[in-house]
């Protein structure tokens, strides 16, 4: 007797595109998403970053299939188990090449994001290297992180749930900014992912946030001249140092790397991912409590450097106020892990502005969807040293785990 098909769940519109596709893969869910940007006049259906992300997850998970409609606007995903940089699945050197294409106009950090969310519960070692004309290690104009503050605000937190993030290695070979009109950079990433568990441990994150200790940051700047580091660290320190007395900003120069130019036919080169930016973490008194801010020039131009480092000094102060012992930008990557976890509550201490935000509202919803429990919201205690407003969720772990892993 053939066992049943499972049930499609029904998702619509572009956004959360990533989130819901590892959703899929981790609880083993079929997914079916349509009205992908279906009113586009030029540009209907997938774009050139989302249609990458879907080869990047076909090619560390065996056995996952993904059929695409002609016009690109309706698609379904049958998920696969996730292997990581098998050697036999297609990995040369323990470690799978992703070419990204000329027209990505998002991050680096936009497929970083989600493929650390599986890293954790696959098979071997999650080994990829980012590489192509797409590639851009800073921030962008679209929200996504640098590489700079992934690595040392949101990797540090999967230490929080038993991943050592030591054995986390996230290597920058050549930084690149958004290239013309945002898109294209040309630098080279390399992810080694080599914490997989079982399942991650529960969480309580609900005590007080503490005080702000330390501020550390890099100002970088590709193809341009290595004056405007030193430009960016003078104005932003100029805000921050009144407040806080431990603070390192190191300068990173690198040259704009060459591309091919497709306008030549002579097969001349010419520089690509021109521009800089400045990123900066703030660590507080308390244990795995970290706010970052990026800020990047624009691909046309325009700000000089003094602006961009009194915009992310502000940027940190701003997402310090928020609240919390988690920052906007790492709080659906703690939520999910938490929703994936052991089947026990765990808690989590965030901002009133951080939770009505409309990614963690989706995110609560696409949980809900895939079969994991309602979140629980309660004011947090005020304390003398603390400001109200802040929220307890409390998150109850679905056990999912690692699949590869159950035996062993």
């Not at 797409?134 to 104009?141: D, L, M």
């Not at 986390?168 to 898109?183: A, D, F, K, T």
């Not at 005590?207 to 200790?213: A, D, N, Q, T, V």
């Not at 497709?262 to 970290?290: D, H, N, Q, T």
Request: glycine content about 10%; proline content about 6%.
């Amino acid at each position: 007797m053939s066992t049943p098909k499972p049930e499609f769940l029904k998702f619509t519109g572009h956004k959360s595109f990533t989130q819901r596709l590892v959703l899929a893969t981790l609880t083993g869910r079929p997914i079916h998403i349509s009205k992908i940007r279906p009113n586009s006049p030029t540009n209907p259906g997938l774009a050139p970053h989302e249609i990458s992300f879907l080869r990047l997850l076909e090619a560390v998970t065996n056995g996952s299939s993904m059929q695409i409609s002609y016009t690109g606007t309706t698609m379904t995903y049958h998920p696969g188990l996730i292997t990581g940089a098998a050697p036999d699945i297609g990995a040369i050197d323990d470690v799978l090449e992703h070419n990204l294409p000329a027209t990505c106009t998002r991050g680096v950090t936009y497929f970083l994001l989600p493929l650390c969310l599986l890293a954790p519960f696959s098979k071997s070692h999650m080994n990829v290297r980012f590489s192509g004309p797409g590639v851009i290690t800073s921030a962008t104009e679209t929200g996504d992180l640098s590489v700079d503050s992934f690595r040392t605000a949101i990797l540090p937190l999967y230490n929080l749930f038993g991943i050592p993030a030591a054995r986390i290695e996230l290597r920058v070979l050549q930084r690149s900014c958004p290239g013309p009109h945002g898109s294209g950079g040309a630098g080279v990433v390399e992810l080694r992912f080599a914490s997989q568990v079982r399942l991650p441990k529960t969480l309580h994150l609900n005590r007080s946030p503490g005080r702000i200790k330390r501020i550390r940051g890099v100002a970088y700047a590709t193809g341009v001249s290595a004056s405007n580091n030193a430009r960016m660290i003078h104005s932003a320190r100029e805000i921050l140092n009144p407040l806080v007395s431990d603070i390192h900003i190191a300068a990173q120069y690198d040259q704009a790397p060459l591309v091919p130019d497709a306008a030549e036919k002579s097969g001349s080169k010419k520089r690509m991912g021109i521009g800089y930016g400045l990123s900066l973490v703030a660590e507080s008194s308390a244990v795995g409590i970290l706010y970052s801010a990026d800020v990047v020039v624009p691909p046309k131009g325009g700000i000089v450097p003094e602006d961009i480092g009194k915009r992310c000094a502000y940027q940190l102060l701003e997402c310090i106020s928020s609240g919390g012992c988690v920052a906007g930008a790492a709080a659906g990557t703690v939520l999910t892990l938490m929703a994936m976890g052991s089947e026990d509550v765990g808690r989590l201490r965030l901002g009133r502005s951080v939770v009505g935000t409309e990614e963690i509202i989706e995110l609560a919803r696409d949980l809900r969807k895939f079969g994991a429990s309602s979140w629980g919201l309660r004011d947090a205690e005020v304390d003398d040293d603390d400001d109200a407003g802040d929220i307890i969720v409390s998150v109850k772990g679905t056990g999912v785990g690692n699949v590869g892993r159950k035996i062993a």
